[in-house]
């Protein structure tokens, strides 16, 4: 463009010069097409969005959907949104169609610009034919330009629009933040964690407390069981030992230092996790068990499932070890999916190990062989239990009872049958009479109360 601008004033700078508001006019009009169509685009973007997010709903949820007889309904939800992303992209294409010919319109005007002009200075003798034809090529290679810029316009306002909304997402500031001076875990780490008076809001204002004056200690090697009604704010107890979340008051301190003070990474090296919804990943069994150490031996890997009563069901599998998990796991039972979990958390040998609810998919049995295998290694690390069966917490050194976010007993077990209606309450609606001996493991496993 820059290049037959300049041949163009070269060749009869009067003319440039005439069609120069013409070359203007043609730039502000892409400019400004460029302005309207960028949320345009953005609103296609959304639209599309949303049409994605119904269709991998009704994906996921198929069985749900054909449980609940609502395939009429879903196609309902799916043709609407279809319906508004194909108004909105139809709406843009409206706006491009009527901009291609608005293009050769200014293309042809400046044609008849130069052929008009350039024949009235060519019968004074001031331009000769090929001029005239060069100037016309020249025009075209100014205009063919401009007319490619407004196909790119289309590109740059969808990416535009693409841009933003991911940028909604790179921009947010994570709520946990490394700290500005890192102080290093003790070497090596006891694994001593104390709740300094906790209160935890997950919106951070003061209404709608999740956790409030959580105050306890778990000494090294002990186990400490947490048991409470759903949304009493168990998970979000234990969220706050690997730093998942930041307490809102109080401290959360291991060895004595806080967890606010630690490298992160450092601290996370030192947690192993068994989540309440078991994650798996596409892969072998065993990439899966060593998810958190890859370089773990054979051996390693063996006793970690072992340990989690897994063992026996994976050499049942086709491939035993290696063979392949899908995606999410989808091949496997939530209790095997649970127990591979257990095996993963396990093979990291953490200093503080996080069970949550992490045997609900297992039958009694299978949880009382894991309880077992998990005694042993429990020894040498502080463990979080979270439970909702009472039998998986009968023999922690520690119970936490919470109520609405508070505690509202602790201690261990005879000691809670005899101090807390709360704890009773729950011991007699599981296992019997609250005030009986602890219930015999051939009474758990018949599921008769003692």
């Known amino acids: ?87 909105r992209t139809i709406q843009v294409t409206q706006y491009m169609s009527v901009m291609t010919p608005i293009l050769g319109l200014f ?40 007319t490619m810029m407004t196909m790119l316009s ?48 997950y919106t951070g204002a003061s209404d709608g407390a999740v956790l409030e004056n959580v105050d306890f200690t778990a000494e090294p090697g002990e186990t400490v069981a947490i048991l409470g009604a759903t949304g009493a704010g168990k998970s979000s107890l234990i969220n706050l030992i690997p730093r998942f979340y930041d307490a809102t008051t109080g401290r959360v301190l291991i060895d004595g230092v806080d967890v606010r003070d630690l490298p992160q990474d450092g601290l996370l090296a030192e947690v192993g996790i068994v989540p309440q919804e078991t994650i798996l990943f596409s892969g072998s069994v065993r990439d899966n068990i060593a998810y958190g150490r890859p370089e773990a031996t054979e051996a390693e890997v063996i006793a970690a499932a072992k340990a989690a009563q897994a063992h026996d069901f994976i ?18 039972s939530g209790g095997q999916k649970q127990r591979v979990a257990i095996a993963r958390a396990l093979l990291l040998r953490p200093k503080i190990l996080i069970l949550d609810d992490s045997t609900s998919a297992v039958d009694v049995e299978t949880e009382t062989k894991i309880q077992t295998a998990l005694d042993e290694l429990m020894r040498s690390r502080t463990t979080f239990v979270v439970a909702q069966r009472i039998s998986t917490v009968l023999n922690a050194d520690k119970i936490l009872v919470i109520d ?5 007993a602790q201690g261990a077990h005879r000691e809670l049958l005899r101090s807390s209606p709360i704890y009773r309450e729950i011991y007699d609606s599981q296992l019997g009479n609250g005030y009986a001996e602890e219930p015999s493991l051939a009474g758990m496993l018949n599921g008769a109360p003692q």
């Open 404 to 408: 609405q976010g508070r505690i509202a």
């Open 107 to 146: 293309v042809n005007v400046g044609m008849v610009i130069v052929i008009w002009l350039g024949g009235l200075q060519a019968i004074k003798g001031d331009l000769t034919d090929g001029q005239i034809i060069a100037f016309t090529n020249y025009l075209l290679t100014t205009m063919v330009p401009l």
């Open 1 to 87: 463009m820059v290049g037959s601008l300049i041949l163009m004033f070269n060749t009869h700078s009067g003319l440039a010069l005439a069609l120069l508001p013409l070359l203007l006019l043609t730039s502000l009009v892409i400019v400004l097409f460029s302005i309207k169509m960028e949320p345009l685009y953005r609103t296609v973007q959304k639209k599309l969005d949303r049409l994605n997010t119904v269709l991998q709903e009704n994906i996921a949820g198929v069985r749900l959907v054909k449980a609940f007889v609502r395939a009429p309904y879903e196609e309902e939800r799916f043709a609407a949104a279809n319906q508004e992303f194909s108004d």
């Open 315 to 332: 050499m049942k599998l086709p491939q035993g070890y290696a063979t392949h998990i899908e995606e999410r796991g989808v091949n496997l």
């Open 154 to 201: 289309n590109v740059w306002a969808g990416g535009i629009a693409s841009m933003g909304r991911i940028d909604e997402v790179l921009e947010a500031t994570p709520e946990v933040q490394q700290p500005a001076i890192e102080i290093s875990p003790p070497e090596p780490l006891r694994g001593r964690v104390v709740f300094d008076h906790v209160g935890f809001h």
